[in-house]
């Protein structure tokens, strides 16, 4: 209990994703598919015990994506994600 479905993939429109725990949940992996929301701006995961590094995202495919925050997650890896893909505006 307390993971991040696949399925989130389905969730076409959306535009933020805060996945916030209180250092116990949510647990599992972060799925590969929230790299498939081509519509998401913002994307925060803090405070949960999710596991493995995080996952590498197609950044090229989420060209609208514009915030990203991964704060205090006790179980991630070491291993960021590759951003070389991500558009970057200054």
Do not use: Y
């Amino acid at each position: 209990m307390g993971h991040v479905p696949p399925t989130i993939q389905h969730l076409v429109s959306l535009t933020s994703l805060v996945i916030a725990g209180n250092t116990t949940h949510p647990d599992g992996k972060l799925p590969n598919e929230i790299g498939k929301l081509r519509n998401l701006t913002d994307l925060e995961v803090t405070n949960t015990r999710l596991v493995a590094d995080i996952p590498n995202f197609d950044f090229g495919v989420l060209s609208r994506l514009d915030t990203v925050v991964f704060a205090n997650n006790t179980m991630m890896g070491d291993q960021m994600p590759d951003v070389s893909d991500l558009n970057v505006s200054t």
